[in-house]
């Protein structure tokens, strides 16, 4: 049996570099000249950077006022008594007055914030039906199963827009009002509604059905409103243009909250003498109190936030930063501890040699 | 071994040909002594001998030859020991002809080979069917044995003086009392004054150690050799027949450490021990193939072994489990979030990803990075490897696949998975992340938005984290910076 070098046989694998495991590798060889100014430099990146975010967070004004009015709290307290047994009674209005004491700094943003409200549940946040909300009139009276138990009304009739996200529509509404100095009468500032949702909401996903004759009403004739609703959905608002589907208040709320502590916008502050910000003094804000929490044990807050290159106000990312900077700083310094130390062991073991 | 010719005037003769000690007890005529001292003399030079005789057989003998032979080969039941029987009662009464002598040369850098697997901290032992002379002598010339070697003897000859219980006891007496727990290997020979141990087995030896006595002591027998065994450096098993030579190496690999074996061999005498180790690797050579076909690797030649174990068995072993690790570092990271979840989504189920996440996060998303580097990651350079042994010690005993590695490689996945949701719960709480005030705190069917800027965070840590085992190699405190350092820089996106 001969064993030929140069005869190549049919089964001989190719002798490129790919295949016979010659490829080029490189592996960095951290010596303490490269690790301990990498640390030290990400340390101080990091600090600053987390010193960056955290001021810049701080300097964001956020107010938050609870006003479910349980008893302690004392803010419409009567509506929620009423809420005990069951929902208040329908425009159960209440006021929450606060001050300001210095300049809020604008745009200001109103938001409600509901804690406690799983919007994040897999049950609920199934029971919606897309193909209804994009106003496909086939699909606006067939709802989908999912939306079971408010996919059919008392009627019989489907229900537009079926299941629970839509039939737990918050339906509180706020109004606020500034004492003009010195105390003077109340004026009401005015709440830019428009612009909350975000745009591919308003004008993709949620579309209205077609017209029928001109009127949306008749577009959802054969349809009924979810149980929990007073009005149906194609008078959520007197603007034809914010009416149906793409109500803007709708749109926010059927965006469903990651976590069970959330917020949602409700109004910009930006019209007007209030465009710069909210002057010091005393405001009211009037609140038409539907919305019943009592009974999971919710909180309603309504938050008045400003807005920065970093979004709200949280500062987390700035404490983060901070800690892991100096963590990187620390590690820095005690390695250059030991390597200090033990250099000069290093040293003389190698002139032993 | 026996073939019975008829020459061309019609006259029947029976060669034979075998080792000396199975000819000479066979033979009535011939210049016995004078061979013997011959053969003992090219076997001290490492030549390998063989005697071969003869006889005439008539007419009739051989017609009885004939019918032996073939009831033999149709029995029923036992063909195997009325062969043996057949050829015994055949092959006696022979006329010595001669003894032949043949170099077998080593084959380039065998020793260089051994010499290596030896630093590499792998022992070698040799099994083969020659004299203990020729074996001996091959054992120095490929530097199994080294001058300063104290053999020790397990042979027939000894076994004849004393009894093998005896014999036993003295080796583990002389062999025992050096080591404690070092052996030469620990110390990778570099010591002087450690004393070298070689042992030399005889078939004959081992069939008595491995004979089942009826008081249950041969356990102890067996126990006892491998005790000896394992604090000699080299061991030289010699007259071993094929199944013998599977025999040892079965012994080996249910001894106390259970270490896998790995048998070489070029013959078709070593494919019963080829088949029974757990790696067999077969020479492709002079004599024939069969060793190669019933082997898991076959090579070239004996020096091929060195490279094959010391890089690319380093290599390969360094992948595989790098990859096992990093599949369930992976998985743990993906999934312990979607479990912390749960607590905050009132225990619904509500899954954390997207579908499409979940589906292409194994198949897409992670498995490119970990099969690149399963398949091409150096750690240490080709020449490194070939040149210095002793790093092939590093994987020994399984070493990156043990419970300590495993449980480092899954406190740092759920580290790692407690950093990346916790994390995105704190950024994303309660807060816009928008210029315009809209909310970025939502999800429809499943969580999208909320995740999807610390999924791409979690992806790139996940696949960073190739990259960093790589330059950190397990240096811990680095990777639990790094792992935490990873989520402020990339969130900030």
């Given at each position: 049996m001969t064993w030929s070098a140069t005869a190549r046989g049919a089964q001989q694998p190719d002798n490129t570099a790919f295949t016979q495991q010659r490829l080029p590798a490189w592996q960095p060889l951290l010596s303490a000249s490269i690790a301990l100014p990498l640390f030290f430099c990400a340390g101080l990146a990091f600090i600053g950077l987390g010193l960056g975010l955290y001021y810049t967070s701080n300097s964001i004004k956020e107010l938050e006022y609870d006003y479910t009015g349980s008893l302690d709290t004392g803010n419409c307290s009567a509506c929620a008594e009423a809420d005990q047994d069951g929902a208040p009674p329908p425009n159960c209005s209440c006021a929450l007055n606060f001050s300001l004491p210095e300049f809020f700094q604008g745009p200001v943003y109103f938001y409600y914030e509901l804690s406690n409200f799983y919007q994040n549940n897999r049950r609920y946040s199934v029971s919606c039906d897309n193909a209804q909300l994009s106003g496909f009139p086939s699909a606006l009276r067939q709802p989908v199963n999912d939306c079971a138990p408010y996919q059919y009304g008392a009627a019989g009739l489907p229900i537009a827009p079926c299941g629970a996200i839509a039939n737990s529509l918050f339906n509180d509404s706020f109004s606020l009002w500034h004492e003009l100095p010195p105390s003077g009468p109340y004026v009401e500032v005015p709440l830019d509604r428009t612009g909350i949702a975000w745009w591919t909401d308003n004008h993709v996903k949620f579309r209205n059905p077609p017209l029928v004759n001109g009127s949306l009403a008749l577009a959802f004739s054969g349809t009924a409103a979810p149980p929990s609703w007073p009005r149906p959905v194609y008078e959520l608002s007197p603007d034809p243009n914010n009416t149906g589907f793409v109500n803007q208040d709708f749109v926010v709320w059927m965006r469903t909250a990651a976590l069970p502590t959330f917020r949602k916008l409700y109004a910009r502050i930006r019209q007007g003498n209030y465009s710069a910000g909210l002057p010091r003094g005393n405001y009211s804000v009037h609140v038409t109190y539907n919305y019943p929490v009592r009974a999971f044990h919710g909180r309603k807050l309504v938050v008045f936030s400003s807005i920065s290159w970093m979004g709200g106000k949280n500062p987390f990312l700035g404490i983060a930063y901070l800690v892991v900077g100096s963590l990187c700083i620390l590690t820095g310094f005690v390695m250059l501890v030991v390597y200090i130390r033990y250099q000069d062991q290093d040293d003389e073991d190698d002139s032993d040699d | 071994m026996s073939v019975i010719v008829k020459s061309a005037t019609g006259e029947i003769y029976l060669f034979c040909k075998g080792a000396d000690s199975s000819i000479f007890p066979r033979v009535i005529e011939g210049k016995v002594d004078q061979i013997r001292s011959r053969v003992e003399r090219n076997a001290v030079e490492g030549l390998r001998t063989l005697c071969v005789a003869y006889k005439r057989l008539t007419q009739e003998e051989y017609g009885g030859v004939c019918q032996l032979l073939q009831a033999a080969k149709v029995a029923l039941q036992d063909r195997e020991k009325k062969l043996a029987e057949a050829y015994e009662q055949i092959e006696k009464d022979l006329i010595l002809l001669g003894a032949t002598a043949v170099e077998d040369r080593l084959q380039e850098k065998a020793a260089d080979t051994i010499e290596a697997l030896q630093k590499a901290g792998v022992k070698v032992w040799v099994l083969t069917g020659d004299k203990m002379e020729t074996a001996a002598a091959t054992c120095y010339a490929c530097r199994?044995?080294?001058?300063?070697t104290q053999l020790l003897e397990l042979t027939t000859k000894k076994i004849e003086e004393q009894t093998l219980h005896d014999v036993l006891l003295e080796l583990s007496k002389t062999v025992l009392h050096y080591s404690g727990s070092l052996t030469r290997d620990n110390l990778s020979g570099l010591s002087t004054d450690m004393q070298d141990y070689g042992l030399i087995i005889d078939g004959a030896a081992l069939s008595l150690i491995m004979k089942p006595r009826e008081d249950g002591s041969s356990s102890n027998y067996r126990e006892l050799f491998l005790d000896i065994c394992r604090s000699c450096s080299a061991v030289l098993c010699c007259r071993m027949a094929p199944l013998q030579k599977a025999q040892i190496v079965k012994l080996i690999k249910f001894s106390k450490e259970h270490p896998i074996t790995l048998a070489i061999g070029d013959g078709a005498n070593d494919v019963s021990m080829i088949l029974e180790a757990h790696v067999g690797i077969g020479v492709i050579g002079k004599e024939g193939r069969q060793a190669a076909r019933n082997s898991d690797y076959a090579v070239p030649k004996f020096k091929h072994l060195k490279k094959m174990l010391l890089v690319h068995g380093h290599f390969y072993y360094v992948r595989i489990s790098e990859l096992v690790q990093y599949f369930f570092y992976k998985n743990v990271c993906f999934i312990f979030p979607q479990f912390l979840y749960q607590f905050f989504c009132g225990f619904s189920q509500q899954t954390l990803y997207d579908t499409a996440y979940l589906t292409l996060y194994n198949i897409s998303f992670t498995s490119l990075p970990i099969l690149l580097y399963s398949l091409m990651e150096q750690h240490v350079s080709i020449d490194v490897l070939k040149r210095d042994p002793s790093l092939y010690r590093d994987i020994a005993k399984n070493a990156l696949l043990r419970w300590r590695v495993f449980i480092y490689w899954t406190f740092l996945g759920v580290f790692d998975a407690l950093v990346f949701f916790f994390g995105a719960y704190f950024v994303f709480e309660n807060t816009t992340v928008t210029s315009n005030g809209q909310i970025m705190t939502t999800n429809t069917h499943m969580v999208r938005r909320l995740w999807v800027c610390p999924f791409s965070v979690f992806l790139e840590c996940i696949t960073n984290k190739i990259f960093l085992e790589n330059i950190f190699r397990c240096d811990s405190s680095v990777c639990f910076v790094s792992s935490s350092g990873s989520l402020p820089p990339l969130c900030s996106l």
């Open positions: - | 199994l044995f080294r001058r300063d």
